[in-house]
Every structure is written in structure tokens, then in C-alpha cells.
């Protein structure tokens, strides 16, 4: 069982930067992919990125692609979102999710555990 944390959303004007973390309990944080989840409410559930278990590997959705970067320290058990040049558009609560895995996931129907999310507010 993996319970998952997330912390740092807020409010941030058009052009900021925002960094979210994401902290997981258990001692096998390494085994897991991890990803990073967005939703609008009344909207879908919108992959945003994800990283592998060594953090090698990571993929984005082309809507963020080059503005923010996801990352991740196993001796913390912490999956980190840094986000800059934030946009209206990428108002949302934010979620982190993981799976046990050493592929990289990007479906939010592969994730096993959800955090409870945090809001992301862009202001314009």
C-alpha cells in the first residue's frame, strides 16, 4: 500500500513558476512509476507527465512539454513538478499517482494510487 501525498499548489500570476511535491510512504518508492495528473472540474482527467522508477525516462503531454519538469528523489520518497511560464489554461487540481512498475506509465488507468490532489490556480 502506497499512500501519496501532494503539496505546493497555490496561486501564481500568468508567466510564474509553481513546484509541487509529491511525497509517498513506504520504503519501496523506487519500484514505483510515478506521474503527474491534472483536472479541470466538469472536465476529464488530463495526463500531464510521468517519470520511470530511476527517473531516467520521463514523458510529457505536449501542452506542457518545455515548461515543466518532473523529477524525483528515492531517498525521499518525493516526486517533484516544477512548473514555469504558467498559463490560465493550466489552472487545475493536481495529482500525483504511482504504480509498481519499472516501465514508465502515462495512462491514468495503469495508476494504482492517487494523492488527494492540490490546486493550481494561474491568474491572468
Known amino acids: 500500500q502506497v499512500q501519496l501525498v501532494e503539496s505546493g499548489g497555490g496561486l501564481v500570476q500568468t508567466g510564474g513558476s509553481l513546484s509541487l511535491s509529491c511525497a509517498a510512504s513506504?520504503?519501496?518508492?523506487?519500484?514505483?512509476?510515478m506521474g503527474w495528473f491534472r483536472q479541470v472540474p466538469g472536465q476529464e482527467r488530463e495526463f500531464v507527465c510521468a517519470?520511470?522508477?530511476?527517473?531516467?525516462?520521463?514523458y510529457y503531454a505536449d501542452s506542457v512539454k518545455g515548461r515543466f519538469t518532473i523529477s524525483r528523489d528515492n531517498a525521499k520518497n518525493t516526486v517533484y513538478l516544477q512548473m514555469k511560464s504558467l498559463k490560465p489554461e493550466d489552472t487545475a487540481v493536481y495529482y500525483c499517482?504511482?504504480?509498481?512498475?519499472?516501465?514508465?506509465?502515462?495512462?491514468?488507468?495503469?495508476?494504482?494510487?492517487w494523492g488527494q490532489g492540490t490546486q493550481v490556480t494561474v491568474s491572468s
Open positions: 499517482a504511482a504504480k509498481y512498475t519499472f516501465a514508465i506509465v502515462t495512462k491514468d488507468t495503469q495508476f494504482t494510487y
Open positions: 513506504g520504503r519501496t518508492f523506487s519500484t514505483y512509476a
Open positions: 517519470i520511470n522508477w530511476s527517473g531516467a525516462s520521463t
